[in-house]
């Protein structure tokens, strides 16, 4: 202490001494730079080149009097130079030492800035003892290292005048000499050191050098507060000095204490005009400064805070990213998102009736949501997120981890007034994800086929590893279609691929036995080993009649290729193998489990299947199989049946075994990372046919027929795959009919489509509904010409896709037009087709969207026709309603009136109506009850198969995520053997290309194809009256291999009613003891009929004839 008071006076202030290091520091240096600025430019000047002399560089080329060219050397570089472009890359952030270097030099003024905080507590100057002040010793460490950078950037500093008066440099005049003249004079003075706080206008460079800030909103932001924030506590720490010091011409008698907080609240509320008046500045110093700082501060708060708000307001509300949970999988929506589509998705996909489902759902869209969306999201916040970003850029990717997700959706608009654009966009989508990850699977929607092409484009596209596209006009074409040959069909397929809640009737109705149907579902489980060895009709027959499951189809693996194929309803040559997969029609996944615990020796004699449960045997079979699978992991590879796979609903654990699972379209799945199924046609017996039983190849199928009898021997008649029937081109022009040609052909049992687009309307894509009934399991003489009313420009654009085709004819006209609808005798057609047009959704209401379809469907049932031949024609086949016998013909009926108005009237006409808006059903039917917000599979339209939407589609994105077979089992019923060979044939632009008859391709021939069997007349005849429709499927299945799933039911057929109506309910997979009547007919899955020549004596061919001439073509209706 003594030697501090002998070297250092408290009561005398130096503070002239640490301002006058400063000063002399920055004039001193200033001076110096101008003097040798000033030499530079008297003695050091460069003399100017003459006029007449080419500037060249250093390095050009120049001739000499030889007149060879020769390169002038290249000048050497001066030391000072080197020294000037190393410091400069020592201090810029382009190498990791330069960025090393910046960020620590910004820290350690952050440092400084807290040593003089933590100061700011003593007296303004006081004597110190350097060894024994801690802080001051760090704060001379501090300045050092910035006196050694200040020195970088001098060297590096191109222009040193501007770098002597640059904010950085003025900061380290006024800081770091004081430093030293603190250790000189073992005092200490706060002094200007608070000007360290202008280091952090430069925090914003400082995190766009490490990569932090990257969008400008951010960046802004950061300046923005960095700038507000260093002004305010360079301010305060001004007004701490002056006001903690006192003015200097009074001997600084007049201070006033405040501390640091204080002074930064002073600041605040000046800033801020609240002014309360309980601090303020007493010193002429202070005040002089705070006149100033008000006029400057002032402004800068009024102009930055709002800012301020405004950036933070506007950060994107949806912008973090996705934190993925360890044990949950997550899959990524991306694509057309919206109230409608996000509902639709979740309401299938959550669905209570599933398993629990064990995936979070992020969706991830440019636009933030709306209110509407945002409440729907909030209510399922457990199980989704939402990110405002797009799949085409790779941050935004990065974001969602789609690296790391379980699949990818991508939902189209299925109401955009341009489906080729809309297809284009989510090809674009595929592309960019896959680019940024190639392994990701991927599931989209697409509305045109023919788009479907440019996906084979990209290279890791690969539905081999569970890549899928859901085209939208294919199935929803391919569904119409399968009405035309089985009237109802489309409903069937569409309440077995959705999740529908179970809604208990009451009342014994037609909508009990609906609703009953609705809850079924398809399901996939591996067959217990007791059925190994035995047919599928043997299977089959065993799992309706003891375990009361529908099994439609098998799973037929190769174990050398991987690959797999469906084999839908296979004849009795195959016979079931060890760990095969069958496709169960049921009404839970509890169910379905019967079929894997099934066992002959303890469930034989069990007649309630619900007691059908794991039993011993099982349980010794599992543990065998668990031994296999130690002793494969010591021994080395082996072959286990019933491999464990992994579920799609994100669950590790599995129920009841190890070695099996349940795959349910609608909640689990067990797609493996080899092996995907096949969607090559409908299922493939894997019987050979002898070359004998092959029909004639090159020759006409039916002498007797003008078209097949104009096919020579050249023609080929299927196309190159054998799944369809072929025709050579044919120009429009000889497809055309006049009304007048249309007339006079008489058509009948042919199928009418409606089309209502125009030249300028996109494409509907025709072909998919033509392939279908065109599929070469039929035989000739059983394809149903299909007449295409509409105009004429709109088919031409089409033509090129359907000129392969046969049986395809053209009437220009509209369907609006009765006189054309009675030229192609709509009254006597199969089916009527009433497409609904592609550019609707330019209206304002979605009520006008279907305008066109819903009035061509009032205009045909409103028409009247002459047919007395065909009421009796629908007499003699049996497809009266329950009210009107065999006895009842146009002449004998008491009431003439009521029979000819049941095959004189256009609403008995069979009809399907394509509607855009599912809440415009409601305008079809005049007499039904439905609410207008009716679901629309509880509407009687949709269950009578008379509507169809393609909203009922939006099920299969959840059905294909959750099992890969799903969307091959359905793809394989409904579009009559689309196959990707076919597909990257139709990809080269030049349509379908014959084929010869070969036996392999006419062996393609050999699948099963819907049918609709009548009651009333054929093999079914014996149970039509209170049958068991149990005892119907045996027999069916046993003498002609028929599969039946399912009943097409008069609405009446049950009630007593005097006036019962002709429309028709679909009932599907009825429970073995339901009774049946005498009008019903029966869906069923029908094999290739080889020799369709030589069985149609038979009674089973017979009704099937009928069927195919004049199906329900005139039917009695209710009377006015």
Not at 232 to 258: C, M, Q, R, Y
Request: hydrophobic share 40%; glycine share 6%; with cysteine.
């Amino acid at each position: 202490m003594d030697t501090m008071d002998a070297n250092c006076n408290q009561k005398e202030r130096m503070w002239w001494a640490f301002l006058t290091s400063s000063f002399v520091t920055f004039v001193g240096g200033l001076v110096c730079i101008l003097l040798w600025r000033l030499g530079a430019w008297l003695f050091c000047r460069v003399a100017e080149k003459p006029a007449e002399v080419v500037a060249q560089s250093p390095s050009a080329t120049k001739m000499q009097d030889t007149g060879v060219f020769v390169k002038s050397p290249d000048p050497e570089i001066g030391w000072m130079t080197a020294v000037k472009d190393w410091a400069g890359v020592l201090i810029s952030a382009q190498t990791v030492t330069g960025r090393i270097l910046v960020v620590l030099v910004f820290l350690l003024s952050l440092g400084a800035l807290v040593v003089y905080l933590l100061n700011s507590s003593d007296q303004i100057e006081k004597c110190i003892v350097f060894s024994q002040e801690t802080l001051l010793q760090v704060d001379f460490g501090f300045n050092i290292i910035f006196l050694l950078y200040f020195g970088l950037r001098f060297i590096a500093a191109n222009d040193k005048l501007w770098f002597w008066l640059e904010l950085n440099s003025l900061v380290d005049f006024f800081t770091v000499p004081p430093v030293f003249v603190s250790v000189y004079l073992n005092r200490s003075y706060l002094g200007l050191r608070f000007l360290r706080a202008l280091r952090l206008i430069q925090f914003s460079e400082i995190l766009q050098f490490l990569n932090v800030l990257k969008t400008s909103n951010s960046i802004k932001l950061v300046t923005l507060l960095s700038t507000f924030f260093s002004t305010w506590l360079t301010a305060a720490g001004f007004i701490h000095l002056v006001e903690n010091s006192g003015d200097p011409w009074l001997d600084f008698k007049n201070t006033h204490p405040l501390t640091f907080m204080e002074c930064m609240y002073l600041l605040m509320v000046t800033m801020s005009t609240v002014g309360y008046g309980d601090i303020t500045a007493t010193t002429s110093v202070g005040r002089a400064f705070m006149v100033l700082f008000i006029l400057g501060g002032l402004a800068m708060f009024a102009s930055c805070v709002p800012e301020i708000i405004e950036l933070i307001g506007s950060r994107k509300k949806y912008g973090g990213s996705y934190s993925a949970i360890s044990g949950r999988k997550h899959v990524v929506v991306c694509g057309h998102i919206t109230y409608e589509s996000v509902s639709n998705f979740l309401k299938d996909f959550l669905h209570k009736d599933r398993d629990d489902v064990n995936v979070e759902i992020i969706f991830l869209h440019p636009l933030p949501p709306n209110l509407q969306l945002e409440a729907l999201l909030k209510r399922h916040f457990t199980q989704v997120e939402f990110f405002e970003g797009s799949v085409l850029n790779a941050g935004d990717l990065a974001r969602v981890k789609i690296e790391d997700a379980d699949a990818c959706l991508i939902i189209a608009n299925k109401y955009c007034n341009n489906p080729d654009a809309e297809d284009a966009a989510n090809i674009m989508r595929v592309i960019s994800i896959k680019n940024y990850c190639s392994h990701v699977r991927l599931i989209i929607q697409m509305m045109q086929y023919h788009n479907k092409a440019y996906l084979l484009n990209i290279p890791s596209w690969n539905w081999k590893e569970g890549d899928d596209v859901i085209c939208l006009a294919e199935l929803k074409l391919g569904f119409i279609a399968q009405s035309c040959l089985a009237p109802g069909f489309s409903t069937v397929m569409a309440n077995l691929f959705a999740m529908r809640s179970t809604v208990l009737m009451e009342e014994d109705s037609w909508q009990k036995h609906y609703l009953g149907g609705v809850a079924a579902e398809m399901y996939t489980e591996y067959l217990s080993s007791a059925f190994t060895g035995m047919s599928f009709p043997q299977v089959s027959e065993v799992c309706f009649a003891k375990l009361r499951l529908l099994l439609i189809a098998i799973e037929l693996k190769d174990h050398n290729t991987k690959d797999k194929q469906i084999l839908i309803n296979p004849n009795s040559s195959y016979h079931i193998k060890e760990g095969t997969l069958g496709f169960f029609i049921a009404q839970s996944a509890k169910e379905v489990r019967r079929a894997y615990f099934y066992c002959k020796q303890c469930h034989g004699d069990i007649k309630q299947p619900d007691k059908i449960k794991k039993c011993k045997c099982m349980q010794a079979l599992e543990a065998q199989a668990n031994n296999k699978v130690n002793v494969a992991a010591l021994e080395g590879p082996t072959q286990v049946v019933a491999p464990t796979k992994k579920k799609r609903n994100g669950n590790s654990n599995e129920l009841d075994s190890p070695k099996r699972n349940i795959r349910n379209f609608h909640g689990m799945t067990s797609r493996g990372k080899k092996g995907r199924v096949i969607p090559v046609s409908l299922p493939i017996s894997p019987s050979r046919l002898p070359d004998s039983s092959l029909p004639p190849i090159n020759s006409p199928s039916l002498p007797n027929n003008d078209e097949a009898r104009d096919l020579d021997c050249d023609t080929k008649k299927y196309d190159s795959t054998g799944m369809f029937h072929w025709c050579p081109s044919r120009d429009q022009e000889k497809a055309i009919l006049s009304r007048n040609e249309a007339a006079m052909s008489v058509l009948s049992g042919h199928v009418v489509v409606c089309i209502f687009s125009t030249a300028d309307s996109p494409l509907i894509g025709l072909r998919n509904l033509v392939m279908p009934l065109r599929a070469s399991n039929f035989s000739y003489h059983e394809l149903k010409t299909i007449v295409l009313l509409g105009d004429l420009d709109y088919i031409k654009r089409e033509w090129d896709m359907l000129c392969n085709f046969p049986k395809v004819a053209v009437l220009p006209g509209s369907p609006m037009c009765r006189a054309d609808l009675r030229a192609v005798n709509v009254n006597l057609c199969d089916m009527c087709v009433i497409l609904s047009p592609n550019n609707q959704s330019q209206e304002q209401d979605p009520c006008l969207q279907d305008k066109e379809a819903i009035l061509c469907s009032l205009n045909i049932k409103s028409m009247q026709f002459d047919d007395s031949i065909g009421l009796l024609q629908a007499n003699s086949q049996g497809f009266l309603p329950p009210g009107f016998n065999n006895a009842f013909s146009p002449a004998s009926s008491p009431d003439n009136n009521v029979s000819r108005r049941g095959s004189t009237m256009g609403s008995n006409v069979p009809m399907i109506t394509e509607l855009v808006n599912d809440g415009n059903v409601q305008f079809l039917d005049q007499d039904d009850d439905d609410d207008p917000d009716t679901e629309l599979y509880l509407t009687q339209p949709f269950a009578c198969g008379t509507a169809f939407t393609i909203s009922v589609l939006d099920s299969l994105m959840s059905a294909t995520y959750f099992n890969d077979n799903a969307l091959t089992l359905i793809r394989t019923l409904i579009t009559g053997g689309a196959t990707h060979e076919l597909e990257q044939i139709l990809a080269e632009g030049s349509g379908m290309r014959g084929g010869y008859s070969t036996p392999e391709t006419l062996r393609n021939r050999d699948r099963c194809k819907v049918a609709q069997i009548p009651m009333m007349d054929g093999p079914f005849q014996a149970f039509g009256n209170g049958g068991c429709y149990g005892d119907l499927f045996v027999s069916a299945l046993k003498s002609y291999n028929l599969l039946a799933f399912g009943i097409y039911r008069f609405r009446d057929a049950e009630c007593n009613t005097k006036n019962p109506s002709s429309k028709r309910y679909v009932i599907t997979n009825p429970p073995y003891e339901f009774k049946l009547c005498t009008t019903d007919m029966i869906f069923c899955l029908q094999q290739f009929d080889r020799n369709p020549m030589d069985m149609r004596s038979n009674s089973f061919s017979q009704s099937q004839s009928h069927l195919m001439r004049g199906k329900q073509k005139n039917r009695p209706t209710k009377k006015k």
